[in-house]
């Protein structure tokens, strides 16, 4: 069998045989297989290196925000409790559990949007926190206005 150069000149393969046109053929095929795997590989790795990033960014900004949704939470059950004086102990820890909820609903759907990289890493982290600082923000201002 005749020996398959790497570039073939045109009038080369027009003098070859049909055995090795099709050799040539399967061969530029396998190749085109094999650079396409390679693709798909370097492309998936990317994805989950971007994906290992934003979980890693996420976790960061995640043990910030946490920490600081303490504070959060204290500038929002103060005035809860400034606000619901009577009705014993039912009516404001229905209140706190409500706003926790809220939180946690919060902050789960922000998470998981930046898991899907549909939101920044950073604004999911602190959404919640800054729901709640608004949230906290009205009631001070409400208890400073007194009752009406």
Request: one cysteine or more; proline letters at 3%.
């Amino acid at each position: 069998s005749k020996s398959i150069p790497e570039k073939y000149p045109l009038e080369e393969l027009q003098n070859l045989n049909a055995n090795e046109k099709k050799e040539i053929i399967k061969t530029a095929l396998a190749d085109a297989a094999h650079a396409a795997s390679h693709f798909y590989y370097y492309v998936q790795n990317i994805d989950r290196q971007a994906e290992d990033h934003r979980k890693h960014e996420l976790e960061r900004y995640k043990r910030e925000s946490l920490a600081f949704s303490c504070v959060v939470m204290f500038l929002v059950g103060g005035p809860l409790g400034a606000i619901v004086r009577q009705g014993g102990f039912g009516m404001p820890f229905v209140l706190s559990l409500v706003s926790f909820i809220t939180f946690y609903l919060a902050d789960t759907t922000a998470r998981q949007l930046a898991k899907q990289d549909a939101l920044d890493t950073w604004i999911a982290s602190w959404t919640a926190n800054g729901i709640m600082i608004c949230l906290g923000i009205l009631l001070w201002l409400r208890v400073l206005r007194g009752p009406k």
